[in-house]
């Protein structure tokens, strides 16, 4: 690093906690300082430039700042950002998402994933008039009270948070993922008091891990059986997997669903929305209060209306597009770790991927927990000495986006091979 970056970094940590404005933003020695960004690179501040996997933890889908998207805010702001009053581009937003993803009858726009599941979870208890949400261990949902119980993402491996009051975290009942027996069980003895069930139809918070389908049926199942909310996590799942989601490619509707990241390509934006029988209670339709200054503001609601307008436009080549370059990213560490005997598990769903640092198989919060995050560190290390961003922690996906190119991709791989081959 040169001194302007290591000067810069110090008075980041002079002025935000550990100099970041997220915890998983930072790795050691220091993260990189970004000064630019564009399609699927990043431009540090001492000039280097990286094929970046990280992606805005999957908020780009179509890489960073398309013209398109530049063209869409630009002509947004002209004409006001924020008014305290409904505008026509919200509207056409609103409309863009109800067609598009499965079951949202009616929704709301917040500003972020978090205030997303946080109204959901809170919507699910006004409407059943219980107490209990169930959750499962290794999904992460954002970062507040209620879901900061055995979380995902940064904060894997740390049950608690301080600040929680005890009540909150009480109320939030833990399963296992892809558990089916264990989410009976705690149906059987807790069902009649439970909101919601809230889970990543993918996860995606402690590395990948695809989901049984028969695990989403259960809970898809036992929602409806004792008349519980199920809330489907769609925040990165959401037109990553197909333009409906998850919801979408497996066939399984949730009663509410949260949305984010993708859905703003990059502009912070959060939804929640569903069955319209729970989406009246919301205020002033009903009395379930939620309010936000910012909530479908014209830059958001601008960058929706033409992200859904891209994802309409190409459709199946994206989805094609990031399935094939995760695919190829799998095959090669495969083919590397053979060859050099070293101990990894590629998890990958269609364009989500991630290498655990084990040998053994990972399908839950369990067994990603038993894999080598300090091995995964090196490998984040040697990459990077490459020209290769990916996520510097083993409990989070690479994001490959539509604006990667073959040749992005062969240096991925070339980068690979020989990181993977200093590690064995
Ligand atoms: C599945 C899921 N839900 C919710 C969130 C929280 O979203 P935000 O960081 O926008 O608050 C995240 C963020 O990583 C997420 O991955």
């Given at each position: 690093m040169k001194l302007s970056s290591l000067k810069l970094f110090e008075e980041a940590k002079r002025y935000l906690p550990k100099g970041v404005?997220?915890?998983?933003r930072y790795f050691d020695p220091y993260p990189i300082i970004v000064e630019s960004a564009t399609g699927p690179l990043i431009t540090d501040l001492d000039g280097r430039i990286y094929i970046d996997y990280i992606m805005g933890y999957g908020a780009n889908l179509f890489g960073h700042s398309p013209q398109w998207l530049i063209n869409a805010i630009s002509e947004s702001i002209e004409n006001g950002i924020t008014y305290g009053l409904t505008s026509r581009l919200e509207i056409e937003a609103a409309r863009a998402i109800s067609e598009t993803v499965p079951g949202v009858d009616k929704l709301r726009m917040v500003n972020s994933g978090a205030e997303a599941t946080l109204h959901a979870i809170r919507l699910a208890r006004a409407y059943t008039g219980r107490r209990y949400i169930v959750k499962f261990r290794?999904?992460?949902?954002?970062?507040?009270?209620?879901?900061?119980?055995?979380?995902?993402?940064?904060?894997?491996?740390?049950p608690k948070s301080p600040g929680v009051l005890e009540d909150a975290s009480r109320s939030t009942l833990v399963g296992d993922y892809n558990d089916i027996e264990g989410i009976e069980k705690i149906m059987r003895k807790h069902g009649d008091e439970v909101a919601a069930i809230i889970l990543?139809?993918?996860?995606?918070?402690?590395g990948v891990i695809p989901p049984n389908i028969e695990f989403l049926k259960a809970c898809r199942e036992l929602a409806s059986r004792y008349g519980s909310i199920l809330i489907f996590d769609e925040i990165v799942t959401g037109l990553r997997i197909a333009p409906g989601g998850a919801q979408e490619y497996f066939g399984i509707e949730a009663d509410l669903v949260t949305l984010g990241k993708a859905m703003g390509s990059g502009v912070p934006v959060g939804v929640y929305g569903g069955r319209k029988d729970i989406m009246q209670l919301v205020a002033p339709e009903g009395p379930f209060y939620q309010a936000s200054t910012?909530?479908?503001?014209a830059i958001a609601s601008a960058a929706i209306v033409a992200t859904i307008e891209h994802v309409r436009r190409y459709g199946n080549k994206i989805y094609g597009k990031l399935s094939r370059i995760a695919s190829e990213i799998e095959a090669e560490a495969e083919r590397i770790a053979e060859r050099y005997g070293i101990e990894l598990t590629v998890n990958r769903f269609e364009g989500l991927i991630q290498i655990f640092m084990t040998k053994h198989k990972v399908t839950d919060y369990t067994s990603a927990l038993a894999s080598d995050t300090g091995k995964y560190m090196r490998l984040h290390r040697e990459l990077l000495k490459r020209g290769i961003l990916i996520p510097p922690s083993q409990y989070e996906s690479w994001f490959p986006s539509y604006a990667h190119t073959g040749e992005n991709l062969s240096e991925t791989l070339y980068a690979l091979r020989e990181s993977l081959r200093s590690l064995a």
């Open positions: 404005n997220s915890p998983v290794g999904c992460y949902h954002g970062a507040h009270d209620y879901v900061l119980v055995e979380p995902g993402s940064g904060a894997i491996g740390k990543e139809p993918i996860a995606a918070n402690m910012f909530g479908g503001n």
